[in-house]
Structure formats: C-alpha cells, structure tokens
C-alpha cells in the first residue's frame, strides 16, 4: 500500500532515511517540523494556491490529443505541464519550498539543476519572493543547456560550475550538499526532485502531488487505464502517481535507457540497479561490487541520473508501479511524433513518456492513457538539432 | 581487541597531558606502491595513530582536496579491499591504531558485518563514517562493536544539546568533533566554534574527543589542543601529495607536515 507519508526515520519501507553528514542533521529535523507546521496551516496553503494560480497558471489542463490518439489507435490524453511557467513541473516543488525557505527565516537559497528546470524554476521563485539564490550546474550540462544558464543569469541568480565526475546532476548535488553543509544555517537546499535524505523525497512529493490530484479532479469519473511519466530522480512521476496509485490503473515509469541497456551507458537505476545509498537516501543505485556510483548516461540532462527517489524503488518492489526504459533515439522519435501530431515540443525528459506510449502501442489498444507532459522542448531545441545533423 | 589500541594511546595521551595527532590519507597515495610508506613516515615524523581514507565516489563531506585524492586513489584501482590491506600493514609495520574512514554505500554494499570482520582481521582499530547520523549508525556501529572494533560518531557546531545528549549515549569510541561547519578543507582563518563544542561535549562525557575538519595550520591546531584529546589534519597534507612531483617528495612533504603539527601540539 502507498504511504501517506514515511516512518519516522523517513523510510519508505526499506527505503528512504536520512544518511547526512551530522552538520546537516539539525537542519534536515528543522526542516521536518517546519514542512509540517506550513502543510497544516491554511495561510502557508492560501498562500501557495494563490502563487500556484495566478503566477504558475495552475490548473494546467489535460488536452485530448485527437491526432497523436487517431495515429496510435488509442485515446490519449496529455497532462500539460509545459504549461506550467518556467515551462516545466518544477516550479510546482520550487515555489513550496521557497516559501517555507521565507517562512524559516534563511535569507538565501540554493539547488542543483541537470537540464536547467529546476535551477531556472528556483531562481524565478527566489526572484519572486526576494531571496538570494545560487544553482550549481555540472559542466556538460551547463553546455548543453545554455540556454537555461542565460535564464537563471536574468532572474539575478549565481550559476556555479561543477567540474568534478562527469559534470551532470549527481555532481551537481555533490557539490550543492557540500556548499550546505557550511552554509546551513542561513541557507535552505531546494532540492529539485524526490531524493535526498528525508524530509526531501515526502516533502517534494507533497509539492508536487498537485500534477495527479489535479488530473483526478479534472477526469471525474472518465478515469485512465495507464498513467505515464519518465523518471530521472522522479518528481514529475511521483507527482501524478501518488493520487492514482491504489486505484487499479497500471502506473508506468520510463527511465532513459540512454544508448541501449546492453551499452551499460544508460540512467535505468530501477530496471538495472541494486539498493545502496546516495545523496542521503537507501534507493537504486547503478554502482559496482564496491559501492561506487557509476555515472548514468541520458541525451535528457534531467533523467542523466545514477539514484532514483526512495518512493519509487517502494513502488517497484511492491508493484504499485513498473518502470520501462527509452533510448535516446526513441526519445528523439518521440519529440517529432509530439511535434508533428500535436504541435508541441516536449522536453526530452518528457518525450521518454511519449516515446514509450508509441512503443507500446500493442499493449495498449483499446486503452485511456495519461501522460504527464511534464515540460516543453525549447531548451532542448539546440541539441536535438545537433544530434541529428 | 584492536579497539584497545585506541583507547590506550589516548589514555596515554590524556596522562602525558597531551594531544594526539592522527593525520588523514587516503589509502592508496601517493601511489599504490607507496602508499604504506607514506603512513611509515607520517609515524617516523610523530604521527599517533591514522585515519585511513577509503575512496568513494561521491564524497559529500569532502571539500576539492580530499576529493582529488579519492578519485586519484580509486582510479589507481584502490577499493575497500585495497584499502584495508593497506591499512593492515600500516597497523602491522607501525604498530599504531588505524581507523578507517569511508561513506555509508561502501560500508552497506559489503554488508556491516563483513565489512567490520574484514576490518579487524586487518588490524583495524575503528571506523568513521562521514555520511552516517546517530538515527542510521545502529547496525553499523553494531556490527563494528561485534568485530572488536570501535565506532566513531560526530557531533558539530550546529548539533543540539538533544542530539549531543544522545550521541555520548551510544558510547562511541571516540566523538569526533566537527571543528568549523562546512566540508573538509582548509581554512585561512580557525573557527571559532571548535572550543564552543569542546567545551559543551566535555561538560556531558569524558570519552574521547577528537577535533577535526578545517584544521589546516599548526598554528590553528595549537589553538584547539587544549581542549580536545586528539586533533586530526587531513586537507593540509592531501595537498601536499597533490602538489609533488614525485612519490618520494610527496612522502617526505607529507612528513615535514606532520613534523610541523606534532611540534605545535
């Protein structure tokens, strides 16, 4: 059965804790109780479905996708978190935690971003509500993705390069773990997905459990057979899957297969990987004998990930969702499919999804299927043009 | 029991009215070859005992220096297998305690158990793990205890009185003692939360107490001394295997190093 929230150390399970340097610690308790204390209070609430609203947009809508349906012969239907501002799902977790940063009294916020989402989802919200606000970003993706950069420079937040390992997402969470563990006590780590060492993997999911909620409120009774979402860290599929979870409709996580299983350069942690702990949390992890992480490969900065959240791996094991995997040119098949059908540009991360429904149309004949579109391509323009040049 | 060795060197240290000195380095530099050679001449140059670093991938309480160590060691093929021979003919050779230092991943993937026996059957007289809180060390710490080996909590700046209270409950071998908030790394200026620590850690316990991180002077490990047990440096003397040409400069920088820290203390 899913869980309302995790035990008291933070598990999912077997999953989840809090393995943090002890610097740390008193924080992550104080951000515990705070998160707590803000979830309950209908002010903190008022206060985020106002911002949610009228600054994000919310609700975003779910689209009938008539053409991509009529191509696919089944029914599809797209939950539009493109349309999100910022133009992804992350601002949903960005703006909640940067109002609990404001209501903790820490002047000052940092994140970590792979594909640029979250940095420029956490530099808006810290504009907004007028912190100070600094992103690490590994080298690879900062070139890759350079067009996020420029963004975040515009909305007055410092981007710092992270030169160490291979210069993506798990390097950049090293380096922001480091940056807060001399910094916690004016500082808040805006985590940008659901890892981390608890309460990150049940507060992120809180913030962004809004994506399924919202989907059933809008469905009524015309409810899906299959609910899609890829899975890097987890936060967009955790997000819409939580409310469906226990309801008999089969949840499906596409991880990025990146240049084949077979290759070993992929960021499949759940289909490939074996329990360990990273980055404060027990998950999937690709690592050796040895206990060392192994670098994952995706083209999609945002699924380039070796872990996964906790609550996922507690959804694989007890089957509450399975988790499938996309290369990187099925994914690249997946942007010209969304594209030319429907006329909307994913994200790399997102067309994952797309491209799996496509590859699965067999299976899924006669069905309903959701995706979580969980953001827009136009960051991704510049290296999807180069991929297939 | 190699936990004893431990404790009878800071037994020895408290009745001399003095402070120990354990330097870190990552097992496995400056090359694998002399890796045991550099822990010799650390010893030669008055080092008490050793805190030997086990690389890891991710070291997140690890500033640039120490990180460029690990890589460099595991690149070189160092594991924890490696690792802990080193540390065993260390320990075997010097006749001084060897703690291990390493991450969680790398304790959990041989499994608490195998890992604590494969450690004492080395030598080994305990064990840090940087990213393990008091909530996660149990069987850890457990499994450590079994073997005959001790286990090492920490405790830091912004650690509160509840936490410390419960730290010092658990008994660890030693409490390591976070002397500046931030990662491993060296500092132009000493902390000054060091001394505030020691003093709210001795008002509760007698059991060891070891002050390390951002201790990267003599001058600034003097300036704590007094009030710790044990003083470990470990940046300070990674940078210098970073910065020699050869592995035999770097053996006799480190050694100067270590030189420098014993006469301050």
Known sequence: ?389 | MSAERLTSMFAARRAGNSTALLPFMTAGLPDPGHAVEMFEAMAGAGADGFEVGIPYSDPLMDGPIIQEGGARALATGVGLEEGLEIAGRVVARTGLPALVMTYANVVVQAGPDEFARRAADHGVSGVIVADLPLEEAGPIQEAVERAGLGMVLFAAPTTTEARLRRIVDAEPVFIYGVADLGVTGERKVASSRAGELAGRIRALTDIPLVLGVGISTPEQAAAVAASADGVIVGSALVRRVLEARTPADAISSVATGVREFRAAL
């Open chain 1, 1 to 389: 059965m899913k869980l309302e929230r995790p035990d008291s150390r933070g598990r999912f399970g077997e999953f989840g804790g809090r393995f943090a340097p002890e610097t740390l610690m008193p924080a992550l308790e104080e951000l515990e109780h705070a998160f707590e204390a803000a979830w309950v209070d209908p002010g903190f609430r008022a206060e985020l479905d106002r911002l949610l609203k009228d600054f994000v947009g919310r609700p975003t809508p779910i689209f009938e996708a008539e053409r991509l349906s009529a191509q696919l012969g089944f029914r599809v239907l797209l939950k539009r978190e493109d349309l999100a501002h910022t133009g992804a799902h992350k601002i949903n977790n960005a703006i909640g935690q940067v109002l609990l940063a404001r209501r903790m009294g820490k002047p000052r916020v940092i994140a970590e971003t792979g594909a640029g989402q979250h940095g420029v989802a956490t530099a808006t919200a810290a504009a907004l509500l007028g912190l100070e606000c600094e992103v690490f970003m590994g080298e690879k993706d900062i070139e890759r993705q350079s067009l996020n950069v420029y963004r975040m420079q515009m909305l007055g937040t410092r981007v710092i390069p992270v030169t160490s390992g291979a210069g993506t997402l798990k390097d950049a969470v090293n380096e922001a773990m480091r940056d807060w563990v001399g910094t916690v006590e004016t500082t808040h780590y805006v985590i940008g997905s659901v890892v981390g060492p608890h309460p990150f993997p049940w507060m992120v999911r809180e913030f962004q459990r809004v994506i399924g909620d919202e989907s059933l409120e809008q469905l009524g009774e015309d409810l899906p057979d299959v609910v899609v979402a890829c899975v890097g860290g987890g936060s967009n599929a955790i997000g819409i899957f939580y409310p469906f979870a226990g309801l008999g409709i089969d949840l499906v996580g596409v991880e990025a297969a990146g240049e084949g299983i077979e290759t070993g350069r992929h960021g499949a942690s759940l289909g490939e990987g074996s329990p360990g702990i990273l980055h404060g949390t027990r998950t999937y992890l690709l690592q050796n004998a040895d206990g060392q992480v192994q670098e994952a490969h995706s083209i999609s900065a945002g699924l380039d990930y070796p872990g996964v959240g906790p609550e996922h791996a507690y959804f694989q094991d007890l089957g509450l969702a399975r988790y499938v995997s996309i290369t990187d040119d099925e994914s690249l098949e997946g942007v010209s499919l969304l594209a030319r059908t429907e006329g909307i540009i994913p994200a790399l991360e997102s067309a994952h999804a797309i491209s799996w429904i496509a590859k699965a149309a067999g299976e899924l004949q006669g069905k309903t299927v959701l995706v979580n579109l969980s953001g827009r391509g136009d960051k991704d323009v510049q290296q999807i043009a180069e991929a297939r040049s």
